[in-house]
């Protein structure tokens, strides 16, 4: 059994200000009126989603707060807590992405630049692994994709632009 640890205030601070969010996002969507339903669904659907998620995030993290810390963080002495991915390469890797997806999102579309700025920013954070990551960067950005044009009728760019 492992030995007991003090509560780390900065961690459970992370778990409460994560909370704090999904409350104040919860609230947000609950002031929306349901007119402002686009097409399918309610615009306060996503809103809330996503307080329902970060809640449970929030949860969890507190949780482990309180039952030893969290979980998987390496120690101060330990080597590969010196290996920092990023620096001024993974800045530079996620700023370019960004400028990638303002430049080329209606050249490519949508989708294809979304999982274009997810690989750039894999890479920015250590990923030597750019096609998985791109896969990855479409599988996520699809869903968000369809989610968006049917469920709330707001157009994005195409998935696919036409000369693609």
């Known amino acids: 059994m492992s030995q007991s640890r003090a509560i780390v ?3 459970l601070a992370i778990g409460v200000g ?3 969010i999904s409350a104040m996002l919860g609230y947000g969507a609950f002031l929306f009126p349901e007119e402002m339903g686009f097409v399918i669904l309610g615009a306060y659907v996503y809103p809330y989603a996503v307080a329902v998620f970060l809640a449970g995030v929030g949860v969890v993290l507190c949780f ?3 039952t030893g810390g969290f979980r998987e963080l390496a120690d101060h002495d330990d080597e590969s807590a010196k290996v920092v991915p990023g620096g001024k390469a993974g800045v530079a890797w996620v700023t370019g992405g960004l400028l990638g997806v303002a430049v080329l999102i209606n050249l490519i579309g949508f989708v294809l630049s979304a999982a274009l700025l997810f690989a750039c920013s894999a890479r920015g954070f250590g990923s030597r692994h750019p096609l998985r990551d791109l896969a990855i960067g479409i599988a996520l950005t ?4 369809w989610l968006f044009n049917a469920g709330l009728g707001v157009s994005l760019p195409p998935l696919v632009n036409a000369w693609i």
């Open 9 to 11: 205030p900065v961690q």
């Open 142 to 145: 699809l869903p968000i994709y």
């Open 18 to 20: 994560v909370l704090a």
């Open 64 to 66: 482990q707060t309180v």
